[in-house]
């Protein structure tokens, strides 16, 4: 690919040698002659020979562009938008009245259960578990080894990554002569454009529904326990936890490590620090970090008295 390709792509101007070839793409620290990078900083050190930054840089080749975060998604989707090639593997098993589009592809070892719904352009990878009476939508992309239970919706263009279970039970016991589980018989609801991480967990409903909200985008390892609403557009970082019936609102951020308790409400544009235990309701429009959570600014007020003279 050329730089003037490349300009193409990303909406930017050109500078320099307008016709170089770029042999890899690579971090800033790592790149060296032939290779391109991306410069948030004009000034950032690099033995690339091709930048894509906000303004031109002496001895070097590039593109100048508004925001070099933008253009490396536009780059790197356009590198990577193939085609999933439609079909059904002669080596995956299909259930009775499942209804399956043509423009669908279903790779080897996949099970199907019964009367699952899947949408045209979805593509289910190998190995996955797909739980009877299951509806998946139009545009999703279901990765490897994937399960998912009876009574969970999928909607358009979401996608699963590997390992991930949804719709399991619940952590729900009732204590009679030692523990015995509650059984959960609601389901689980996931959204339009959802992203969900690898080795996520979804638990179904005991009664109704779990709820993930359109836009959402939850990173690798993150659980989520029965009966919880997420909102629209939030963002839940590794490893965090919510526990049963929390209801989170919209635009909501958590990041890494988060733990928010049961029973909860978190309002709309919160943001959570990473570690932060949520042990009580939270408003909007505020952050929050510490353990027990707090508002950011009265958590960084009592840390500059206690180490005030240190």
Partial sequence: ??????????????????????????????????????????????????????????????????NPKRAMYRLLKHLTNTKIRSGVSLRSLIGRDVVLPRQCRIEPFAIIGDD?????????????????????????????HTTIFSSTKIGNYVEIHAN?????????????????????????????????????????????DTVIGKGTK?????????????????????????????????????????GVGDHLQIGDNVVVYAKSAVLKSVTSDKEYSGIPAREHRTVLRALARLYKGI
């Fill in 1 to 66: 690919m050329k730089l003037t390709e490349v300009a193409l792509v990303v909406k930017g101007t050109v500078f320099g040698k307008k016709n170089l070839r770029i042999k890899n793409i690579l971090p800033p620290e790592e790149a060296g002659k032939g290779d391109l990078t991306f410069l948030y900083d004009p000034g950032q050190k690099t033995n690339a020979n091709m930048v894509i930054t906000t303004g031109k840089v002496k001895e070097k080749s590039g593109v100048v562009v508004k």
């Fill in 116 to 144: 699952v719904k899947i949408g045209i352009g979805t593509c289910i990878g190998a190995h996955c578990y797909i739980d009877a009476n299951v509806i998946i939508g139009c545009g999703c992309r279901i990765h490897p």
């Fill in 218 to 258: 939850v990173d690798n390892l993150v659980q989520i326990a029965h009966n919880v609403k997420i909102g629209r557009d939030c963002i839940l970082m590794g490893q965090v936890g919510i526990a049963g019936s929390t209801k989170i609102g919209d635009n909501v951020t958590l990041c890494g490590q988060v």
């Fill in 164 to 208: 991930t279970v949804i719709g399991e039970q619940g952590f729900g016991f009732i204590r009679s002569r030692g523990y015995k589980r509650i059984k959960h018989i609601g389901g689980v609801v996931i959204s339009d454009f959802v992203e969900i991480g690898a080795n996520v967990t979804i638990d179904r409903g005991t009664i109704g």
